[in-house]
Nanobody, 119 residues
Framework: QVQLVESGGGLVQPGGSLRLSCAASGFTFSNYYMRWFRQAPGKQRELVAS???????NYADSVKGRFTISRENAKNMAYLQMNSLKPEDTAVYYC?????????????WGQGTQVTVSS
């Protein structure tokens, strides 16, 4: 059974930090790009960060310098460390596994975890 399960969301004040986790199972984790997306109320889903199996990362301009994506292939885990959080970061955050061009861009999705940044 292919599964991606996010955890770690919650309510934080502006300027605070939160660490999201994504536990993967049912596929060859190390063969996939791992990505974090988010979707705010009334807005389209957007790509926040991505990481290759070897650890190369990319970030949306809106989160550069504040968020860090990482992975532990031996544990089938991906993470998103979020610092200096802003109210505009409020969204449901989704973990995504992407096979890339070599794998026909097959994707798996988690159920999402809510992040709310509010004073």
């Amino acid at each position: 059974q292919v599964q991606l399960v996010e955890s770690g969301g919650g309510l934080v004040q502006p300027g605070g930090s939160l660490r999201l986790s994504c536990a993967a199972s049912g596929f060859t984790f190390s063969n996939y790009y791992m990505r974090w997306f988010r979707q705010a109320p009334g807005k389209q889903r957007e790509l926040v960060a991505s990481i290759t199996s070897a650890g190369s990362t990319n970030y949306a301009d809106s989160v550069k310098g504040r968020f860090t994506i990482s992975r532990e292939n031996a544990k089938n885990m991906a993470y998103l460390q979020m610092n200096s959080l802003k109210p505009e970061d409020t969204a449901v955050y989704y973990c995504n596994a992407d096979a890339g061009s070599w794998g026909g861009y097959r994707r798996y999705w988690g159920q999402g975890t809510q992040v709310t940044v509010s004073s």
